[in-house]
């Protein structure tokens, strides 16, 4: 199995940035690190797994399945696979309906 290049978009680096902010203004340096760590290890395990992800159900509803999500709780990571490239296109909070949030992105 070939490793793929996994590449990080600026709505997903945006969305990390400020998840660590509030964690951190929350819950103090080392939880945001243990953060921090478990969204890095996520990514790293898409160079070799990509697929293991589930197409996202709100978008799978409106007819899109080409985005996958590695769900990291209560945080999901969404990405889509572009062939030997993946590129992480949000991380947002689990609690939320991700449909319009991507497809929002994913037109502009």
């Known amino acids: 199995m070939t490793a793929r290049r996994v590449i990080v978009s600026a709505y997903a680096s945006d969305d990390e940035a400020r998840i660590l902010t509030y964690v951190l203004g929350l819950r103090g340096v080392t ?3 243990a953060l921090l760590e478990r969204f ?3 990514r790293r395990t898409l160079r070799r797994f990509a697929e293991r ?3 996202v159900p709100e978008l799978r509803r409106r ?7 590695l769900q990291l709780p209560p945080y999901r990571l969404v990405y889509r696979i572009v062939g030997a490239e993946v590129w992480v296109v ?19």
């Open 31 to 33: 939880a945001a690190k």
């Open 63 to 69: 007819g899109v399945t080409a985005f996958r999500e």
């Open 40 to 42: 890095e290890r996520g």
């Open 90 to 108: 949000a991380l947002l909070d689990g609690r939320r309906d991700l449909g319009d949030v991507l497809l929002e992105r994913a037109r502009g």
């Open 53 to 55: 992800g589930r197409v």
